[in-house]
């Protein structure tokens, strides 16, 4: 049976130095290929952007009056409504 050669500390290290770097890499690659594509600026319509704006006049209200401590709770009672959820979504995310 052959002699197994022993591997010294600096070989060790070089090779744990190596297998970190590729590591390192690795997960950059994977990073930056999995970021998400850019929205492309789409058409808000005058009754969403007319809704959004009467929910920052009501937020900054809230806001002037005491902080964040309260809860505000946003309705809308006309049936034919255009449905702004995307947009309303879009307004919360930037907003915080």
Known sequence: ???LRRMGR?????AW???????LAGTAGLKASSAPDPQPNSHVSAECRELIADI???LDKARQQ???DGLLAFSRQQPNA???S????DFFRKDR
């Open 56 to 58: 920052e006049r009501q």
């Open 1 to 3: 049976m052959p002699k």
């Open 82 to 84: 255009e449905d702004c």
């Open 10 to 14: 600096q070989t060790w290290g070089a």
């Open 17 to 23: 130095a190596v297998l970190c770097v590729a590591g």
């Open 86 to 89: 995307d947009e309303l979504r």
């Open 66 to 68: 005491g902080g964040n």
